[in-house]
């Protein structure tokens, strides 16, 4: 099965020879690296840029603004914060110019801790994004998942955020993407740069198909009558896991991976909680003026008198950074054994 | 005598005639001759800039904006700029990544003053914005104007971007980038410099630089140490050059220059217009006319010496655009504000992709 990483690849591939990707670009996004997770090898459209930031996010306006079909990259959202403004420019171009103008860009950036990266690698990014209108927020917990969402970025004509949890990059899918061989070192043979010179290496895609997964649509990946857990991204995986592991002890969670953020699946979450009656929301973004935080609110409002016990959120402690110690990470950022207490309080918790 | 400029009609999507028609891909970009006609009505495109724009201060002073924002002093520079840009829509033409002092550009391109007054009273009708921005924030999707922002100098960003598009397309078009002296301190100002030169992707981006000696309320001397402004681009080894930007005659062949380098050589170049900021920044500061240097009042002393108009032929002009535009003011205080129904268009865009 193919990686996280391979399946962003595959799907930029897809994007430039049957969606009208006109340029891949960022920091060490062409030749030779071809991204620091290896997202952009072998693409014909792929391009490296100074290492600037606002420069990337801008040229990608202006690209899009002059009927091109870019798809940048911020190396890490951590380096993301000095173009603010011009990712508000992006999402407010349209409704400001009264529908002259539109944006069809896509920026990818890797998100998240779990690599041991440190202050300044490790970074969430979501909560803010979402204050930030206009913009289509997405992150894939698994390789097809990526595949079909960033699809779907490609075709939208708005911007849309691609976040790609980066503590699954090397994350092996569990299902085949559309025309992916079934033979995982025949993927590598023909997509993965070899080590050393690249000069002469040349990919031998495989037949990928168009497969779109639509935004704001979640994904059930558990079903379950106790309680519903809302997650993305890195940490979907660990509540999958976790909530695989109590159901031995006759806790059945519900599981939903969100899978868009913004717009978010209002629907499915609320069906969810009407039948459980219980909420956990579970990110590694610092817990201030979490994305969150809005998810309680929202199914407080909606779902008041169907609930059985006080929404929950588990996020990041709201500390500066993600020190590069285990003991930091594992004390600041949701774990198994974190996520397994909040579940079971949870359960057991009356109105 | 009459306006003779294009209608900028929003209502469909007719793509104006450009103001130069392509020929043959090696084909010079041969600009019009700025003979005596063209002196003078380039005098009209200044006193029609500058007319809108004192009609918009008094809207602002009797309640009919919120918020003024623009270009008196800028006339001279502009009013060229706008008659030689490349005109029309996609990467064959010109995209103009203005500042919000380019009025004399938008105006002397072809649009009508109404819609400035429009923008002004931030009604529905405003064709820019739909009553959402400050006045003098342009959006002309015909003339590849993309939208003018209030943030300083992420125009210069943007430029790189349709520059590409330009550069792969082939042809004369190329991107302009206005903005002024303060806002070069920041650093998308050299980002733009460095993207445009990345070696063997040299981008055709001519970035022009006014410099009115102010940033808001503080002089440009006290915080920045380089007189001269266009000089920055040598360490990025761009053609530059220095202008007076009250001059609309030495404009014109510095731009005729700077764009037949940039056009053929596919290269950037920066250019520097000194110029006069009249009113001051904005309505914040009580846009009070400020003693310096008038581009109108010179030029107009200039046709006159040089015999190429008469003091009664000048006032004409004058009359004609404050008679258009208090017709025009008529018209916009009738026509209606955005509501409720308003707030919700254009979040998304929901149709083919493809600008």
Known sequence: MATLAQAIRLALHYGETHLGVTDVFGQDVGPPLGGVFTCSQGLKTAWNTPLDERGIVGTALGIAYAGGKPVAEIQFCDYIYNCIDLLKLCGNAHWSSAGEYHVPLVLMTPVGAGI????????????????????????????????????????????????APKGLMRAKGDELIPGEPADERQLHQMIDAPVGDRSHWQPDW?????????????????????LTVVSYGRQLVQCAAVALDLAADGIDAEVLDLRTIYPWDEAAVFASVRKTGR????????????????????????????????????????????????????????????IAAAMRALAALRA | M???????????????????????????????ALDAALQVRLHDLMVKARATEEMLIRMMRTGHGYFWIGGPGEEAYGAALGLLVHKGHGPAYDYLHLHYRSSAVVLAMGSEPIDLLRQMRSTVTDPYSKGRNFVNHFAIKPWNVVPVTPTIETQYLMAPGTALMQRRHGGIGCSIV????????????????????????????????????????????TVQNTPHLHQRADGFRIRNARVDGNDPIASWHALVEAMDYVRHERKPFVLQVNCSRLYGHSSS?????????????????????????????????WDKWNSLLSDALKVVVAEPMPGKEHVLQHVWYRGPAGN
């Open chain 1, 116 to 163: 041991h990266g440190s202050m300044y690698h490790s970074h969430s990014f979501e909560s803010i994004a979402s204050h930030i209108q206009g913009w289509t927020i997405v992150m894939p917990s698994n390789a097809k998942d990526a595949y079909g969402l960033l699809l779907s970025a490609i075709a939208d004509p708005n911007p849309v955020l691609f976040m």
């Open chain 1, 206 to 226: 495989p037949p990928v198909e168009d497969y779109r997964v639509p935004f704001g649509q979640a994904r059930t990946v558990r079903a379950g009558r106790d």
């Open chain 1, 279 to 338: 909420l956990l929301v579970v990110n590694e973004d610092t817990e201030i003026t979490n994305f969150g935080e809005h998810v309680l609110r929202r199914v407080t409002d909606a779902c008041f008198y169907d609930l059985l016990a006080p929404p929950q959120l588990l996020a990041g402690l709201d500390v500066p950074g993600v020190g590069l110690a285990w003991g930091y990470e594992k004390h600041s950022v949701p774990q198994p054994d974190t």
């Open chain 2, 2 to 32: 009459q306006p003779t400029l294009p209608v900028h009609n929003r209502s469909d999507d007719t793509v104006l005639t450009p103001t130069f028609v392509p020929g043959p891909s090696d084909a010079r970009w041969m600009p019009p």
């Open chain 2, 178 to 221: 206005t903005g002024g002296d303060a806002g070069s301190a920041e650093g998308d100002f050299y980002s733009a410099m460095n993207w445009s030169t990345r070696p063997g992707s040299e981008l055709p981006v001519l970035m022009l630089v006014a410099q009115n000696g102010y940033g808001i309320s503080t002089e440009a001397s």
């Open chain 2, 285 to 317: 500061s009580g846009a009070n006319r400020h003693d310096e240097p008038d581009c109108v009042q010179l030029y107009e002393k200039r046709l006159v010496d040089d015999g190429l108009a008469t003091q009664t032929e000048l006032k004409l002009v």
